[in-house]
C-alpha cells in the first residue's frame, strides 16, 4: 500500500500515546484521520490540536470492549469520509496486571480481555469486511508486546497473555487474507518498552464500575518508576523510543507490506533466540524465571 495520502485511517486509543502519534504522522502522510478512544476530554483536545495543524481529524468517542461502539465508529468514519483503508486496533490496558495469575480475580480478567483482545476483534469485525467490499488497497495493524508475542513478562499475566493471543489472531488474519487473494494487508506493532512513557500504568483510570476490584490486592500496584528499578536491579537499562519513530515504523511498514513491525534490537532478537531454543529442545522456560521485557 504505497500510496497513503488522500486515504481514510482509523486509530483507536488514538488521543494519546502511540495511538496519538500513529494519527498525526497519518496526517502528516495526507490521510484524513479518524482519532477513537474512551476519554473524552483527552480526544477532543488531540483533535483540535491536529486540526489547528491544519490536518483533517475526526474524533470519536469509543468504548473498544462494545462491538455497538466500534461498529458506530466504523459507520461514523465512513460517513465523514466514505471510506476506510488503514485501521490500527491499537487500543490497550495495563494497570493491574501485576501480580501471580492465583491472585488475580475473574474482573481483572475481564477488563484486560474485553479491552486488548477483544477490542481487536471488535475492529477486525467491524471494519475487515468494509475493507474488503471496497476493493481498494488497505491495512491492518494490531498493537501487541514483546511482553507477550516476544517474551512474556512472568509477572504480568493478563498483559503477557491477551498480547500474545493479539500477534496469534492477527498472524490468522494476514494469512486469511493472503489466501483469499484480498488487496488488504496486515501487521502486528510490538512498540517496545517506550508504551510504559505513554501513559499505560494509569490506566486504572479508566477502569468500568462494573468491572471494579471485589477485593484489595494482594500485590501492590507497580508504578513506572518500580518498573525501572526493576529493571535497573535486574542489570537492563530501559531505553525508550519516542512514540513519533514507532509511528514512523508503522507507515513504513504499510507501505512495504510488511508483518512484523519490530524495532531492532539485540535484547529482542536474543529473547526470541531463547524462547524458540527451549521450544525446539523440549527444555522448561527457565529464562521466565528472569526479568523480560
Known amino acids: 500500500m504505497e500510496r497513503l495520502e488522500g486515504r481514510v485511517a482509523v486509530v483507536t486509543g488514538g488521543a494519546s500515546g502511540i495511538g496519538r502519534a ?21 480526544l477532543d483536545a488531540t483533535v483540535s490540536e491536529l486540526r489547528e495543524r ?31 483503508h488503514v485501521v490500527c486496533n491499537n487500543a490497550g490496558i495495563g494497570a493491574g496486571a501485576e501480580g501471580p495469575v492465583w491472585e488475580h480475580e475473574l474482573n481483572d480478567w475481564r477488563w484486560a480481555l474485553e479491552v486488548n483482545l477483544w477490542g481487536v476483534i471488535h475492529g477486525i469485525n467491524a471494519f475487515v469486511p468494509v475493507m474488503l467490499q471496497q476493493g481498494d488497497e488497505g491495512h491492518v495493524v494490531n498493537t501487541s508486546s514483546g511482553n507477550g508475542g516476544i517474551a512474556p513478562l512472568h509477572t504480568t499475566p493478563q498483559y503477557a497473555a491477551t498480547k500474545a493471543a ?20 496486515a501487521s502486528v506493532l510490538f512498540p517496545g518498552p517506550n508504551m510504559l512513557r505513554t501513559g499505560l500504568f494509569e490506566s486504572w483510570r479508566n477502569r468500568p464500575a462494573e468491572l471494579a476490584k471485589e477485593r484489595p490486592r494482594q500485590t501492590p500496584y507497580l508504578s513506572i518508576d518500580d518498573y525501572e528499578k ?34 531492532p534490537s539485540d535484547r529482542s532478537d536474543e529473547a526470541i533466540r531463547t524462547r524458540a531454543e527451549s521450544m525446539l529442545k523440549r527444555e522448561n522456560p527457565t529464562y521466565l524465571r528472569e526479568v523480560a521485557g
Open 22 to 42: 500513529m494519527g498525526e504522522r497519518f496526517a502528516v502522510e495526507g490521510m484524513k484521520v479518524v482519532l477513537a478512544d474512551v476519554q473524552p476530554d483527552a
Open 230 to 263: 526493576l529493571m535497573a536491579d535486574a542489570g537492563v537499562e530501559v531505553q525508550y523510543t519516542p512514540v513519533e519513530e514507532v509511528a514512523e515504523r508503522v507507515v513504513r511498514a504499510i507501505k512495504a507490506g510488511d508483518f512484523w513491525i519490530l524495532p
Open 166 to 185: 493479539v500477534v496469534t489472531l492477527t498472524e490468522c488474519l494476514y494469512g486469511q487474507l493472503e489466501a483469499a487473494g484480498a488487496p488488504v494487508g
Open 54 to 84: 491544519g490536518h483533517e481529524v475526526t474524533g470519536v468517542v469509543t468504548d473498544v470492549r462494545h462491538y455497538d461502539s466500534v461498529a458506530a465508529l466504523r459507520d461514523r468514519a465512513l460517513e465523514a469520509y466514505g471510506a476506510v
